[in-house]
T-cell receptor, first 111, second 114 residues
Framework: GQQVMQIPQYQHVQEGEDFTTYCNSS?????IQWYKQRPGGHPVFLIQ?????EVKKQKRLTFQFGEAKKNSSLHITATQTTDVGTYFCAGDGGATNKLIFGTGTLLAVQP | DTGVSQDPRHKITKRGQNVTFRCDPISEHNRLYWYRQTLGQGPEFLTY????????KSRLLSDRFSAERPKGSFSTLEIQRTEQGDSAMYLC????????????FGQGTRLTVV
């Protein structure tokens, strides 16, 4: 079945350092979405990418969708303590276009 | 309508009992998802509705799990003969269909099987 993997599983950075998480799908996706989940919370939507090679920016966050629409990345510039949480990619694909979540990357930011 | 709501927020049950959870999606959303999440893991897909039609159910899901969305609005997830391994957070999400499929999540129902 369709699988979505993320690396790394965990990243610990000093405040001000950059952070990147990578997402890889076993199948081609119609779109990729990114979510953030704070400890004790539920996933909250960040962004959706649809086009092959698409790049979108939200302030310090940069999202990319691969040319083959099977991988994606999220880059955070100059992390802040408010960036702490788990970042999930989610792929919308397969025969029924169900939304499958990646394994997640937990970001810890030390002040 | 302020968002997706789930009931109950917490449920403690004895092994072997049946439990039922409810999800009220955002009213204009026609997609509804159920996920299960355990500590340190991503949301695991359980099942998915488009309006009242159940389009897909995870092959990993035991026959003890069943979900309904009878009128294409709220949904219920039932777990029969609960086992300790069923302990998890059960998340419901809803979205539009079409180009923008941003999923809105409820607060979840935390199930503890003792």
């Amino acid at each position: 079945g369709q699988q979505v993997m993320q690396i790394p599983q965990y990243q610990h950075v000093q405040e001000g350092e950059d952070f990147t998480t990578y997402c890889n799908s076993s199948t081609t996706l119609s779109n990729i979405q990114w979510y953030k989940q704070r400890p004790g919370g539920h996933p909250v939507f960040l962004i959706q990418l649809v086009k092959s090679g698409e790049v979108k920016k939200q302030k310090r966050l940069t999202f990319q969708f691969g040319e083959a629409k099977k991988n994606s990345s999220l880059h955070i510039t100059a992390t802040q303590t408010t960036d702490v949480g788990t970042y999930f990619c989610a792929g919308d694909g397969g025969a029924t276009n169900k939304l499958i979540f990646g394994t997640g990357t937990l970001l810890a930011v030390q002040p | 309508d302020t968002g997706v709501s789930q009931d109950p927020r917490h449920k403690i049950t004895k092994r072997g009992q049946n439990v039922t959870f409810r999800c009220d999606p955002i009213s204009e959303h026609n997609r509804l998802y159920w996920y299960r999440q355990t500590l340190g893991q991503g949301p695991e897909f359980l099942t998915y509705f488009q309006n009242e039609a159940q389009l897909e159910k995870s092959r990993l899901l035991s026959d003890r799990f069943s979900a309904e969305r009878p009128k294409g609005s709220f949904s219920t997830l039932e777990i029969q003969r609960t086992e300790q391994g069923d302990s998890a957070m059960y998340l419901c999400a809803s979205s539009h269909d079409g180009l923008n499929t941003e999923a809105f999540f409820g607060q979840g129902t935390r199930l503890t099987v003792v």
